[in-house]
């Protein structure tokens, strides 16, 4: 039963330059939270300070209740997985699987008898005794997991351990982290990665990290189908979320909208209240939610420039509406032959029609 | 690891402090030497060079002026005065008139003198000795001080050793043979060396392999192996003992190295530049001198250091080489070993002439010290 | 001439000689014997561009023959004959080294410097070693290194004379000048001591001052080897639960061990053919005897090229299985 709580942690490096502010963060027992953001966010600089491998600026960073700032790493009951795998390079899988323990100062049986089980879960035994340079990648990085597996710790963490994988073997690991997961149901992961894929698939929740602090928490779901704001809006899902201009002509229950590239009205599912009557807004509509319409409101209409066969989809590029916008894009389902340069009406249905206000969805108001 | 949370202070502390025990062990010595230069031999004598900067008490006999600067007045003759020299800050602690009691006195009290006149000595050194009688003699009265004197340095020694020409002990000749040995014996070996050195990393023959495995090898004989062999050599081509023979010799020995050096850097060199100056219609000789020279200068800089200050320490070459028995020829390092010997008590020419053979070293070291530690990681970090 | 004409004249010609024969042989070679033009010119060209890196290789391989090749076969040449008055040699066999094997004063140095071969490397890379973690982590430790990099510029035999006055001794009612006297008189010692005649003291006093030098050229290389150790292993091991001293002889030293072998070796060789600092301080005298000074000693003052010979082959000797790991190495390397 491992609960993490950060409350107001910061970090900031000599010279006052701020890395993180105001983090408050609940992670409970038995969680894969992943932290996920464009590079530069501080996704790993949290981990690290989750970790005790940089200092805590300001802020209180508990572990079940007790104050972990000034705890040193070792004695935190966390194991982490670092990017590159960081297995002692002169000794054996089994020495590195068992160097932890050797400095707890554990019995020789009962290291071997830790280092046998998770060598059987990891398919490691055969590998027990080589040295990290016979190995190859993912076997690595089946031996850094094994390794913080060993030490049966109240926390993983892990530092974005796909990162140096090639595509296949990534996914297939991706796999077994998540098989290893449901085997450990008790123990709290906590993961980092710049890959929302990875993000997505993994996370009981997911933290969405940009511009020095937090953007949004949520489940994956939640992230996807209800955005806080339009950065998480478009990181999430891929592509990503169109932003269209246009003005709120109707409030209430559900709000109607007109759109500068569109006609007439459409409708959100976002309820507003009375004073946003009249304001510009960021319509948000995922390519895979536009679809073709012949009436008479729409959203968008416009010459499709390029077209991308996927096979299971079509992915259409519209004609940019000026040249520093970003080209609205649409998922057809299917195959769709020869739209080249054809124009297309799209909309969307209500409740997959997002509004922000000043970046902010209004969803949330 | 200082971001590590809940590292010790107490273990930073104790880093700091023992590197700083460590640097102040290794730098003494070096200090000690330092310092004994600007030192005169009454100095060195009285103490070891670490109680320089504090004032030590001297016990030394001083002279009054002669009677013939007496002054009348009033009836009385005077002669005034201060006993030290001027500028001296020395502080008079006891005095006396007899050699065999020279702390009769404390500073400030007046001295009856045989002759019936009296002398009073302040502790600066001021003193009036009076008499009712012309004072005669025609030397003053001698005085015997103990004084605190602070700590006095000189430049002496460094003139004694470096300008004056009378003396042949002097550095100032062995100073410019050594220039004279040394660079010719650095500035050849490089161009002998660069263009070994390209031929082995860029140009593809058959035996490079095993050349390249044979410099290695060269690097590690001793030079002790080639001396006599050598110096019959130039003995019986003619050379026999002089410069000639001393920059030949550096320049073979120090081949290894920088053939070593050199092809290490140029195999680094990108290949792409050199592939295309050749599809552009470049020589190997034009591709050598235009692009791969100039390139490589960090480490023709490195070599050049590491040979430059190899020559100007060197003993062992010149002693065989270049030294003969007319004493013309001389290097600054033979010049302190013979003073070592003839003069191994007299610290303060010691310690002088040491300092003015490793002041240019020294130079060298603290201006080019990132190429030298370049030429010393050059292939050196597996 | 004047010697600094003649170093000018000799830079000129030296410089002057080597680039002229460089562009004209290599002119030669492209314009007269190998021609680019008619019918062979393309077999002219490859055959010219075979040629080429001997032309290139040609002065370098003619000094080291003959600086460093020949004296090898020479030196053993010499080594097993005699000289004849009058010039000439003879063949004696292994009469020299008989002839050596029994002075006593050959077994002294032999001794003294298995002595210098375990001490000093030892010495000097563990100094080296530490200076090189504790200024790794500090804000001046650059400052900390060039302090004690810096007697490696300093001669041998001015770090002789450096320490002679260390070890220096003034009669006992007059006030030491040498620190180590006069620490060990304020420690309670008696009587100044002659230091450097003390058997068997004084070696290791001489070995000290090479060690002083030594620590630095250690140092720099074992910095340079201690940063290019991945971070995360370390920062691996202190989440394992090590503590520094566990961190730097578990995970630091087991992997920058080839470069701690490379300094040792490397020292190894310097130490083999120390003859300054010996030469300058003692010259051999109260059992401080080495192979190197042993050797000048029977050259230069005895005018014994056989033995003198002798003892240059088994210094020789006693460097061949450094230069055989090394060139193995090399080999390695380049396969």
């Known amino acids: 039963m491992t609960n993490l709580k950060l409350t107001d942690v910061a970090k900031t490096y000599s010279g006052n330059i701020d890395v993180l502010n105001n983090i408050n963060l609940d992670i409970k027992t038995g969680e894969l939270i992943v932290f996920v953001g464009p590079s530069g966010c501080g996704k790993s600089t949290l981990l690290r300070m989750i970790a005790g491998l940089e200092t805590i600026s300001d802020g209180e960073f508990t572990i079940d209740g007790e104050r972990m700032n000034e705890m040193p790493p070792a004695q935190r009951g966390i194991a982490m997985v670092f990017q590159s795998y960081a297995l002692y390079p002169h000794m054996t899988v089994r020495d590195n699987m068992s160097f932890a323990l050797k400095l707890a100062k554990k019995t020789p049986e009962e290291i071997d008898t830790a280092i046998t089980k998770v060598a059987n879960t990891l398919q490691l035994t055969e590998y027990l005794d080589r040295l990290p340079k016979a190995l190859s990648g993912g076997q690595r990085q089946r031996v850094a997991i094994g390794r913080s597996i060993v030490r049966d710790p109240k926390v993983y963490l892990f530092d974005e351990p796909l990162s140096n994988l090639d595509a296949a073997l990534r996914v297939a690991t991706r796999i077994e982290i998540a098989q290893l997961k449901e085997s450990m149901p008790e123990s709290t992961m906590v993961y980092v990665t710049h890959d929302q894929v990875e993000a997505m698939t993994l996370a009981s929740r997911i933290v969405v990290l940009a511009n020095k602090g937090i953007a949004q928490v949520g489940t994956p779901l939640e992230l996807y189908e209800t955005p806080e704001n339009e950065f998480v809006a478009q990181f999430i899902g891929s592509p990503a979320m169109n932003l269209l201009p246009g003005k709120i002509v109707e409030t209430g229950e559900t709000t109607q909208v007109s759109l500068t590239h569109g006609a007439g009205v459409i409708a959100s599912a976002v309820p507003t209240a009375a004073d946003l009557k009249g304001a510009n807004v960021n319509v948000g509509i995922r390519p895979e939610d536009l679809l073709p319409t012949t009436g008479e409101n729409f959203a968008f209409e416009s010459k499709i420039e390029i077209s991308e066969a996927l096979g299971e989809v079509t992915q259409v590029y519209f004609k940019r509406q000026s040249p520093d916008s970003a080209p609205v894009i649409a998922k057809l389902l299917g195959i769709h032959r020869n739209v080249r340069n054809t124009s297309m009406r799209m909309s969307a249905e209500a409740d997959k029609v997002h509004l922000f206000a000043d970046g902010q969805s209004l969803h949330y108001r | 690891m200082s971001g590590i949370a809940g590292t010790k202070s107490s273990l930073t502390w104790a880093v700091h402090l023992s590197l700083v025990a460590m640097v102040l062990l290794w730098l003494f010595p070096t200090v000690g030497l330092f310092v004994s230069s600007f030192r005169t031999t009454d100095q060195i004598s009285t103490g070891g060079w670490w109680k320089a900067m504090s004032s030590s008490e001297q016990s030394t006999t001083l002279r009054t002026s002669s009677p013939e600067t007496q002054i009348g007045k009033d009836g009385v003759f005077l002669i005034e005065g201060n006993l030290f020299d001027e500028g001296s800050e020395a502080e008079i602690s006891v005095w006396g008139t007899s050699s065999r009691s020279i702390d009769d006195y404390k500073a400030g009290d007046t001295a009856e003198l045989k002759n019936g006149a009296t002398i009073t000595v302040a502790a600066n050194g001021d003193y009036i000795m009076q008499s009712t009688e012309t004072l005669t003699g025609k030397r003053g009265q001698r005085v015997f001080v103990t004084a605190l004197t602070p700590p006095e340095f000189t430049l002496d020694n460094y003139k004694n050793v470096l300008f004056d020409e009378n003396n042949r002990e002097g550095m100032a000749k062995a100073f410019f043979n050594t220039l004279t040995v040394t660079i010719p014996a650095t500035i050849i070996p490089i161009l002998v060396a660069a263009f070994a050195a390209y031929a082995l990393a860029w140009m593809d023959f058959p035996g490079r392999a095993l050349l390249i495995a044979a410099v290695v090898g060269l690097l590690v004989v001793p030079l002790q192996l080639a001396l006599i062999p050598l110096l019959k050599l130039h003995n019986e081509i003619g050379i026999g003992k002089g410069y000639l023979g001393a920059w030949l010799a550096h320049t073979g020995f120090g081949l290894p190295l920088a053939i070593y050096l050199l092809r290490n850097y140029m195999v680094g060199l990108p290949r792409d530049i050199i592939e295309n100056a050749k599809v552009d219609g470049a020589t190997d000789f034009q591709i050598f001198i235009k692009i791969i020279l100039p390139l490589s200068f960090p480490a023709l800089a490195s070599f050049a250091i590491f040979q430059f200050l190899w020559t100007w320490n060197d003993l062992l070459v010149a002693l065989v080489f270049l030294i003969d028995s007319s004493g013309e020829t001389t290097v600054m390092t033979k010049q302190i070993v013979e003073l070592l010997g003839t003069r191994g008590g007299n610290w303060e020419i010691l310690a002088t002439s040491a300092f003015v053979s490793i002041a240019v070293p020294l130079v060298v070291f603290f201006a080019m010290q990132k190429y030298l530690v370049r030429g010393l990681l050059a292939g050196s970090v597996k | ?335």
Request: charged share 10%; hydrophobic share 55%; with cysteine.
């Open chain 3, 1 to 335: 001439m004047h010697p600094a004409f003649q170093a000018i004249l000799t830079i000129i010609i030296g410089v002057g000689g080597c680039v002229g024969y460089f562009y004209f042989s290599n002119q030669f070679l492209d314009k007269v014997v190998f021609p680019p033009k008619g019918v062979h010119a393309g077999r002219n060209i490859t055959r010219a561009n075979m040629i080429r890196p001997w032309l290139f290789l040609f002065p370098a391989l003619t000094a080291l023959g003959l600086y460093l090749a020949y004296p090898v076969f020479e030196t053993l040449r010499l080594s097993l004959s005699e000289r004849v008055p009058g010039g000439g040699s003879q063949f004696v066999g292994l009469a020299n080294y008989e002839q050596m094997f029994s002075e006593s004063k050959f077994w002294e140095a032999m001794r003294n410097n298995l002595l210098w071969l375990i001490v000093v490397p030892a010495l000097s890379t563990v100094f080296g070693l530490i200076a090189a973690q504790l200024s790794d982590r500090v804000r001046w430790g650059n400052i900390a290194k060039s302090l004690i990099f810096m007697p490696m510029a300093i001669s041998f035999v001015g770090a002789a004379v450096i320490f002679k006055l260390v070890y220096d001794t003034r009669p006992v009612d007059q006030d030491q000048i040498g620190v180590l006297n006069a620490l060990y008189l304020f420690f309670g010692g008696n009587q100044p001591v002659t230091w450097l005649t003390q058997v068997p003291w004084n070696s290791f006093l001489l070995m000290i001052v090479l060690v002083w030098i030594q620590t630095g050229f250690a140092m720099v290389i074992l910095s340079a080897a201690l940063r290019g150790i991945p971070e995360e292993t370390i920062e691996a091991a202190i989440v394992d639960g090590a503590n520094p001293f566990q961190v730097f002889f578990k995970i630091k030293v087991p992997q920058i061990m080839s470069t701690i072998v490379v300094v040792w070796t490397t020292i190894t060789i310097v130490v083999l053919k120390v003859f300054d600092i010996v030469f300058a301080m003692t010259n051999g005298q109260w059992e401080t005897q080495v192979l190197a000074n042993y050797m000048y000693d029977k050259l230069f003052r005895a005018s014994d090229w056989g033995v003198g010979s002798a003892s240059a082959m088994i210094i020789m000797l006693l460097v061949s299985p450094i230069l055989v790991w090394n060139v193995y190495n090399a080999r390695k390397e380049m396969q």
